[in-house]
């Protein structure tokens, strides 16, 4: 089992910056990747970024390249999101998974979710 929590979330400004955590506890992670959805009602769960924990090699989705950054500390076992130029439309429910394979997109693909933590974006 992975357990993930994540932290960071919270009310920022239009044009704002966030960073958000995710903590791994549990299994070994060095063959894992880890990666960050987000949820709103309208669109549903979308991918947002994930990296390969062994690696460090990334994807984000087209519409976060540039603003999002995706990073990883190993000795502390947690994951980053660095979420720049915030805007309304990011306003979401941000969760982190783990994959026991490679890097990929689909959220059914990923084993372990953390509970979320909530990123509300005011204009």
């Known amino acids: 089992q992975v357990q993930l929590v994540e932290s960071g979330g919270g009310l920022v400004q239009a044009g704002g910056s966030l960073r958000l955590s995710c903590a791994a506890s549990g299994r070994t992670i060095s063959n894992y990747a880890l990666g960050w959805f987000r949820h709103t009602p309208m669109k549903g769960r979308e991918f947002v970024a994930a990296?390969?924990?062994?690696?460090?090699?990334?994807l984000y989705a087209d519409s976060m390249k540039g603003r999002f950054t995706i990073s990883r500390d190993n000795a502390e076992n947690t994951v980053y999101l660095l979420m720049n130029s915030l805007n309304p439309e990011d306003t979401a429910v941000y969760y982190c998974?783990?994959?026991?394979?490679?890097?990929?997109?689909?959220?059914?693909?990923?084993?372990?979710w953390g509970q979320g933590t909530q990123v509300t974006v005011s204009s």
């Open positions: 990296i390969t924990w062994s690696h460090g090699t990334t």
């Open positions: 998974a783990a994959r026991a394979e490679g890097i990929a997109t689909p959220a059914w693909s990923y084993q372990y």
